[in-house]
């Protein structure tokens, strides 16, 4: 069920134990062969894909399209959002379902620069909100182990316009890709213990913008990409994201105690 397509009145009448859904993404750069809108269109792919499956078992808000991209505003086309604005954002819409009953809320993300943020806004979220689950995912680490087992560019493969997301846009909008200009990333090694990509992530953080990561915009290797990969994917998350809705439909109640 989407959010925005339902009267007030419906959702008034829905059980509040609905789990509520809200995909953060981002607006940014991804190499000369793909969108700056690929993470929006990848969150809302995993989105749809899991309201076609249990649409009467979740409830889809309209998607945080800009996020927090600070790291690839060396290349244009990106948008930002600060931190503190965007935890507002999130926190504001996510206060606002809280505030309509509705108790169990999930964060899907869709881009590596919202992590972070998404930890503190969950932790903030869940102080707040005693009677409240709020929980959150990235869609590359809900799936990891089923994911490991399609990759085929090993360690630093799968980080950015790479393998696994140039695959997913060829099956969410084939069109939109660039097929004659995909490229390896051109990734700039620092020294192993801060090397890592969505599947692997590394040791110690350290802070690099993208385009010291990698001047041409991509890390990893999407020319190991498919559509069938993207199919396969798809169908990975999706299945993990059910037992996710599965699994808050099982939770009790919490209660605040002072320590």
């Known amino acids: 069920m989407y ?31 793909l969108p700056v809108a690929t993470d929006r269109l990848i969150g809302e792919h995993f989105s749809s894909l899991l309201n076609n499956e ?54 899907l993300n869709s881009h590596g620069g919202n992590q972070g943020i998404m930890q503190v806004i969950i932790e903030q979220l869940g102080f707040a909100n005693p009677n409240a689950h709020i929980l959150g995912a990235s869609w590359w680490n809900v799936a990891k182990e089923e994911l490991l087992k399609i990759t085929e560019t090993g360690p630093g493969g799968t980080g950015h316009a790479c393998e696994f997301e140039t695959s997913l846009m060829k099956v969410i909008g084939p069109h939109l890709v660039q097929e004659s200009l995909i490229k390896p990333g051109a990734n700039v090694p620092a020294f192993p ?67």
């Open 3 to 33: 959010w925005d397509q339902l009267t007030s009145v419906q959702l008034a009448a829905l059980d509040k134990q609905t789990p509520v859904l809200l995909n953060i993404a981002a607006i940014e750069q991804h190499g000369a062969h």
């Open 54 to 107: 249990i649409g009467d078992k979740v409830l889809i808000l309209p998607i945080v399209a800009v996020g927090c991209s600070d790291h690839h505003m060396g290349f244009c086309g990106t948008l930002t959002l600060s931190h503190h604005t965007f935890a507002a954002v999130v926190k504001e819409i996510i206060q606002s379902v809280l505030n309509h009953g509705f108790y169990n809320i999930i964060l």
């Open 193 to 259: 213990s801060v090397e890592g990509d969505l599947l692997s992530g590394p040791k110690i953080s350290f802070y690099r913008t993208m385009k010291e990561l990698t001047p041409n915009g991509v890390y990893g290797d999407p020319t190991k990409s498919s559509a069938e990969k993207g199919v396969r994917i798809g169908e990975c998350v999706t299945a993990a994201l059910k037992q996710l809705v599965s699994d808050i439909y099982k939770l009790k109640g919490r209660k605040y105690t002072k320590s």
